[in-house]
């Protein structure tokens, strides 16, 4: 049964939150476009939201983070500064995002490693790079810093690791074409092969 929907307005949570460009359109493909995003994100990091993890694809992003204001303002600031700052420093006036984002409440210890994996691999699974740490635009790459799990969602040391089935994201039924498999860091049974479906909530609009 999927975990009940809610609607994401209050502060200290923390959700997986994706993006689309208009009309799909390879936007980030181009260094200064995905660069500028990235100084974009880490401009609005520590006064709108905690920074876990990100992935810029080249007609979407994934972002996990954890809201220190509404999520739905959260995501204005990196969609809407991300705009404005292209119009005066890419010299674009093209329409960049779709009006629309998903999001993803993260329940526990476990669910954040599932989301966590999903973006750092996302880039493999798109045959972008052979090593999720390869992928110039990922946080999977130790160049970044990244704001710590939150407390409550940290894996309890509870023996050996396992393989959990990771499918695309319901939400957003266009990002994976297919199953990747992830090593979590916990189980409830070690060595056990659980298949977990990530689900979101309907899509939002943030400007």
């Not at 260094?31 to 990235?38: G, M, S, V, Y």
């Not at 779709?98 to 669910?111: L, M």
């Not at 050996?160 to 990747?180: H, K």
Request: proline content about 6%.
């Amino acid at each position: 049964m999927r975990p009940t929907r809610e609607h994401a307005t209050s502060n200290g949570q923390t959700y997986m939150i994706t993006s689309s460009t208009w009309g799909r359109r390879p936007l980030f493909s181009r260094e200064r476009w995905a660069r500028l995003l990235i100084d974009t994100l880490y401009h609005y990091r520590g006064s709108a939201y905690l920074l876990h993890e990100f992935v810029i694809m080249p007609d979407h992003i994934h972002v996990l983070l954890t809201a220190r204001t509404s999520l739905e303002k959260a995501v204005q600031f990196i969609k809407g500064g991300f705009s404005y700052r292209a119009k005066k420093e890419l010299g674009s006036n093209m329409e960049v995002w779709q009006k629309v984002f998903s999001d993803h409440r993260i329940r526990d210890a476990s669910d954040y490693g599932l989301h966590q994996i999903y973006i750092r691999q996302n880039p493999v699974r798109k045959n972008l790079c052979e090593r999720a740490e390869e992928y110039q635009y990922s946080s999977a790459r130790s160049e970044f810093d990244l704001d710590p799990v939150p407390q409550g969602l940290k894996p309890a040391d509870s023996g050996q690791p396992y393989t959990a089935r990771l499918e695309g994201a319901p939400f957003q039924g266009n990002i994976s074409d297919g199953v990747a498999e992830a090593t979590l860091p916990h189980s409830k049974k070690p060595g056990s092969v659980d298949k977990v479906r990530l689900s979101g909530n309907p899509e939002k609009t943030a400007s």
